[in-house]
């Protein structure tokens, strides 16, 4: 048996030789909850892939809004499932792409050397990162691992809202707010690949980005209030929760959706108090007020996999931190004006 070491981070412990042929690794380690102050660069113990488990040398890590919510501990309620008082884990980050390094017990596919994306529970702001081999599918050959690692969490809640709980099809009017961002810049272009006619919120510098994206019409919110025009949509993504929800139904259709997507709200149970409000108003209009939670299916990044090497898809990337600077991403990120994703290259 080789000498076990167990990393500050709280790391699982590993046996000394990797198939990296390395003890530890560098990655970003957060010990309590706080401002991105909190992360630290540092040297951890390199983990070892347990049964059904694919060890990624990681290229790229995308960050997310979740991913600066789990730092901060704000709102409380995401302490529930991520540790009361500290973080269970010490390494944040969700989404990865990379190429295979080992893999555990009762995996045959990926094989070592592949080339993969996909997310996990967290720990992928790091050189390595242990993740389940069924949240991982193998990179298109148009993609660079840095447009990879931007994908998988906010293109599949994309997917999810306009698909799963929309049901978009061709025809259909789609309004996305916050369109220049990491889940709309997707949404834009997800909506217009089944044929809908989309129009795209977003500030006077990111107009020409969302037009970009394959959007129908454009508003500025700077010089338009959505929700003061006469145009009606069938679906409103609103990824920004701007505006009160009975403002926002002002712009729906007698029978559309409205699906509210911010993640945001009190310091306590967060965007909680809004989903309830919303699954209150449900029962009392023909409108579908339906928030929602994206669930990571493999099925579903090998849809989005699909998306990408056609073309009908591309992710949009605004500026990438090497690792030892993940807490100046992060901070870039909480102050939520983001053109599509920002990306931790290793």
């Known amino acids: 048996m080789g000498t076990e070491q167990r990393s500050n981070a709280g790391e699982r412990r590993v046996p000394r030789g990797s198939p990296a042929g390395a003890a530890t690794m560098r990655a970003a380690v957060q010990r309590c909850y706080g401002p991105p102050s909190v992360l630290e660069s540092g040297k951890v113990a390199l983990p070892q892939p347990g049964r059904g488990e694919v060890l990624v040398k990681v290229g790229a890590a995308s960050t997310h809004p979740g991913d600066y ?41 990926p094989r070592p050397d592949e080339q993969v994306f996909g997310w996990s529970t967290t720990g992928t702001f790091a050189e ?15 993609l660079s691992v840095a447009d990879a690692a931007a994908v998988p969490t906010s293109a599949m809640t994309a997917l999810q809202a306009l698909r799963d709980i929309a049901n978009v099809g061709p025809g259909q009017t789609v309004l996305v707010t916050g369109a220049s961002g ?28 969302v037009r970009s994206l394959g959007a129908d019409h454009v508003v500025d ?63 009392f209009t023909r409108q579908r007020l339906r928030p929602f939670t994206s669930v990571g299916k493999r099925q579903d990044l090998l849809t989005l996999a699909d998306l990408l090497a056609t073309g009908q898809v591309t992710p949009v990337i605004d500026r990438t931190y090497p690792l030892d600077e993940a807490a100046d991403a ?17």
């Open 69 to 109: 919510f789990v730092m901060t501990g704000d709102p409380y309620v995401v302490r529930l499932a991520f540790g009361l008082r500290r973080p269970r884990r010490g390494i944040p980050g969700r989404d990865l792409a990379g190429v295979v390094a080992a893999v555990g017990k009762d995996v045959t596919a």
């Open 128 to 142: 390595y990162a242990c993740v389940p081999a069924d949240h991982l599918v193998p990179v298109p050959a148009n």
């Open 182 to 209: 990491g889940v709309g810049s997707f949404a834009v272009q997800i909506a217009k690949a089944v044929g809908a006619e989309v129009t795209g919120v977003c500030s006077t510098s990111n107009v020409d980005l």
């Open 221 to 283: 919110y700077t010089r338009t209030d959505f929700t003061r025009t006469e145009k009606r949509y069938d679906v409103i993504l609103d990824n920004v929760e701007a505006q009160p929800l009975w403002a926002v139904r002002q712009a729906l259709t007698h029978t559309g959706t409205l699906i509210p997507n911010s993640g945001r709200g009190g310091r306590w149970l967060g965007p909680l108090g809004r989903i309830v409000t919303a699954r209150v108003l449900s029962g």
């Open 330 to 346: 992060l901070r870039y990120v909480g102050a939520g004006h983001t053109r599509g994703k920002v990306v931790i290259t290793l």
